[in-house]
Structures are given as C-alpha cells and as structure tokens.
C-alpha cells in the first residue's frame, strides 16, 4: 500500500516544486505581516480542491494585527472513511526579512539544479508544500484510511507565533489532535523532539544628568551598566558554559546555556546620518541593555532569572549610588517530547523504511511553535520533521531541495499510513 502512495509522491514532482514556487512567490514578511491573507486563500483554493474543509481563522487583537496587516491562519481538516486519530501537521506561512547578499531574487523562486531558492524555501515553505503533498497521495492511495488530517498554515512563528498557533491553542484547537509533526527545516533524516527555554528581560541602569565636563556632580549609567557586563563576564558566562545538557541540541555549542546581549543603549540617542551639528555633554543619566538568555530543561526559570537578579542586587551593595531595574520581556519553557512518544516511534520507523537509515534524534537551540502546542494545547505529542537544511534559515540564497522535499513528503505520507492507514494493509 505504501508502494501505491511513494509512486504518486513522485508523480507529483511537478506538482510539488509548482507549489512550492508558488509559496514562495506570496511575500509574506514578518515584520509586518505582509500577504497572510492571500497565502490563506490560495491554500484554501488548493486543499479545498484536494477534498479539505478548511476554517480561516483571523487571530484579532493578537501582537501586530491590524486592519493593514491581519494575522489569518488556516486550517483544512479531511475525514476518513471512518472515525479513529487525528494527525495534524503545522506549518508557519511567515517569513522573515530579506536581508543582504542575496545573488538570486527571493520571491520569484527559479529551480536550479533541483533547488528551489527564495525567502522560506526550507523555513517553511518547502516543508508545507511536502506535507500537502504527502497528505494528497495517502488520501488517493488509501480510500479506506481512519481519522482524519489536518493541514494547517499559522502566522507569526517568526515573531513568537501568538497570533499563530498560541491563538489556535487557546481556542482549543488541539484539543482534538492527537498527533502533530512540524514540518521546520530539521533535515529529512532527523526527528525534532524540542527546544531550549528562552528568556528575555530589559535590564536599566539608573545615574544623574550633570555637566560632562563635571562627571563628579552626577552619576553615570553607563559605567553602572558596564559594572554589570564585567559582572556577567566574570561569573554569569563561565557558570553558562560549564552547564551541559542531555537535551539532544544541535549545533554542539547550544548544549550549554548561552545569552546573548541584543542592544545596549545609554545616554543621549543617535542622531541621524544626515544630522550635521555636535553633541551636547551630558552625564547619562540611564543605560538599558536588552538580554537574551537560552537554558536547558535540566535548568528552571526561576535559578535563570534568579542568578541574574542575584548578580544585580550583589552590586547594589558593592557599588555605591548603583540601582536597577529590571523587566521580563517574553518567557518560553523549554519542551522535550520522550522518545518513546507514538509520534516519535511512527516517523522513526518511517524514516528507516524510507531512508534506510535510523534517525538521529536533536533539539533545536532556538523555540518554535511547538511551545504553545506543549503549554497550551496541552499536547506532548510533537515533533518537528521536515525537508531543508537548518543552517540555511533566514539566511541569502535559502533553498529547499526538490529530492529532500520528494523522500520528506514518503516519510510523512508513511506515516500517515501506519497512524492511520486501515488495520494490517501492508
Ligand atoms: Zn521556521
């Protein structure tokens, strides 16, 4: 039976690289959330026609939707022939901003030498389009299959995916689903079980404006801030690095905790390029970095946040007149699925039935939507599968190979069979 369904994936070459050049040709940016609304459209079009019933769910009053740029999600749902599971793949139709460097346009997505190039090509829009069409031949090769799939194309992972997959969650959307797989750019021989947690906080150092030729009648921010980098340099990364974790995270450098220092501002703000007079002097009078911390599921939130805090008060009592403040920005548990999951083991045995290899097993360093499907949905059941090369994400020239697409869509389509396939069909 899986025979049936392998031949009409690669019957469906054609197909397959057309839709995806077709994605990719929708530009949608985020920021600010550019085309949700037609790229909805056209895969309601295309899974309507594929015999889906398809829901456009517009995520209203979430971060960034507006009039101008409405957060639309979709979801397609097709029946069995008779009732049982209900396999769900997600896929983020946002991507992000184009950048530098490019030497092929990014939204007219030529094939060249069975790579499709364009913003989204691996991340993830290769892997939607696999996944449609995984589902398309399972459905045609297999009439008497049980349950049901569901598709579905979510805004906003780029930006935290509230007014994604957050959104569906909190509908209770999930509440029905009992498989997902996301089909991000982990590589077509790889299972996805998580991510690390993240992070992230504003910490303001305070001072007093005075004369800048008279720095001893006020007090300086800046020198407080760098008093707290020197804080972090000597104590905080050290500590980070010796922390290793069991989670399976890729690249070998984030199975350590890591943070990154995003911005530093102090003092007076910039002036325009085209700005041509001369800086008054002042003292700073307040400095604020913006951190961004990863930890392991072998840390929590509360030592994460804590040791920072800890390292702040300790020079509230070492350093004369130094105070702080400090906010939480955003805060993202880590999420590890076991690997004894049913999701797990099914695309396992998929990928060596397909690639004759067993997988390897990896976490990804940075969170994506799988966070709100754990959290919120209420599902431990997820995993990230799909076509692409990792490292190529957000970066120029990101492509999707048609062949990784083609043996990523079987394992799907494999899947699909043994979760939902009709009882002994092999
Ligand atoms: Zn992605």
Request: charged share 25%.
């Amino acid at each position: 039976m899986t025979a049936a369904t392998f031949a009409r994936i690669d019957a469906a070459r054609d197909d397959l690289i057309a839709l995806t050049q077709d994605l990719i040709r929708i530009p949608t940016l985020n920021p600010p959330g550019h085309a949700y609304l037609e790229i909805c459209e056209y895969l309601d079009h295309r899974l309507r026609g594929a015999g889906f019933e398809t829901r456009m769910i517009r995520a209203t009053g979430t971060p960034g939707d507006s009039d101008r740029y409405p957060r639309w999600n979709i979801v397609a749902r097709r029946e069995g022939a008779r009732g049982g599971p209900c396999v769900h793949f997600n896929s983020h139709h946002d991507v992000v901003a184009v950048g530098e460097g490019w030497t092929h346009d990014p939204f007219t997505a030529p094939l060249i030498d069975g790579r499709i190039y364009g913003r989204g090509a691996c991340d993830m829009k290769g892997g939607l389009a696999a996944s449609i069409i995984a589902a398309e031949a399972f459905i045609a090769a297999c009439p008497d299959w049980q349950g049901a799939v569901e598709i579905s194309a979510t805004a906003d992972e780029e930006s935290g995916g509230y007014g994604g997959v957050a959104y569906l969650a909190e509908q209770g959307h999930y509440a029905h689903v009992d498989h997902v797989i996301i089909p991000e750019p982990l590589h077509k021989d790889r299972i996805c079980l998580g991510h690390r947690g993240g992070w992230w906080a504003e910490i303001e150092t305070k001072g007093e404006i005075a004369h800048g030729s008279m720095p001893f009648l006020g007090d300086c921010a800046v020198r407080h801030m760098g008093a707290v980098l020197a804080e972090f340099e000597d104590k905080l990364f050290p500590a980070m690095a010796r922390r290793r974790t069991d989670m399976p995270v890729v690249p070998e450098g984030a199975r350590s905790s890591t943070m990154n220092i995003n911005a530093i501002h102090g003092g007076q703000p910039e002036q325009d390029a085209d700005f041509t007079g001369l800086p008054a002097h002042n003292v700073p009078d307040r400095c604020r970095i913006q951190i961004d911390r990863r930890y392991l599921a072998e840390e929590s939130y509360d030592s994460v946040r804590g040791e920072v805090e800890a390292l702040l008060d300790g020079l509230k009592t070492s350093r004369p007149k130094f105070d702080y403040t400090l906010d939480e920005i955003n805060h993202v548990a880590p999420s590890m699925t076991d690997r004894d999951a049913p999701v797990v083991t099914t695309v396992h045995k998929a990928i060596e039935e397909v690639l004759g290899r067993a997988p390897d097993y990896v976490a990804s360093p940075g969170t994506y939507d799988q966070k709100h499907i754990d959290r919120i949905g209420k599902l431990q059941n997820c995993i990230a599968y799909g076509p692409g090369v990792l490292e190529l994400a957000h970066k120029p020239d990101e492509w999707v190979g048609v062949d990784d697409m083609i043996d990523s869509a079987k394992v799907m389509a494999h899947a699909l069979h043994q979760l939902l396939g009709p009882p002994a069909s092999d």
